[in-house]
């Protein structure tokens, strides 16, 4: 079975960059059977789909998000990560990642709760 956990500060500052890191176990992130996700859901919101990397290290993003956003992975560590520049409170929300086959994220990690103040 895949795990998948998530890490990372729970407070971020407006303006900073929010840094998030899945480790994976498992399952190899490198494996040409799968991709890897990112999804948030702020309070009050519904899940929102922020981006991918596929096995290969090519990535996707949500266009409301894609100026902001960057998806990277560390093979040799089965992580993959995820920064969200010049945050504000309303990227306050619970970050997950998941494994992605067939354009369905099946696998989830048990999220992580990101909180933008000052």
């Known amino acids: 079975q895949v795990q998948l956990q998530e890490s990372g500060p729970g407070l971020v500052k407006p303006s900073q960059t929010l840094s998030l890191t899945c480790t994976v176990s498992?399952?190899?992130?490198?494996?040409?059977?799968?991709?890897w996700s990112w999804i948030r859901q702020a309070p009050g919101k519904g899940l929102e789909w922020m981006g991918v990397?596929?096995?290969?290290?090519?990535?996707y993003y949500s266009p409301s998000l894609k100026s902001r956003t960057s998806i990277s992975r560390d093979t040799s560590k089965n992580q993959f990560s995820l920064q969200l520049s010049s945050v504000t409170p309303e990227d306050t929300a619970v970050y997950y990642c998941?494994?992605?086959?067939?354009?369905?994220?099946?696998?989830w990690g048990q999220g992580t709760q990101v909180t933008v103040s000052s």
């Open positions: 998941a494994r992605r086959q067939s354009s369905v994220e099946g696998y």
């Open positions: 498992g399952g190899s992130i490198t494996s040409s059977d799968y991709a």
């Open positions: 990397i596929a096995y290969d290290g090519s990535t």
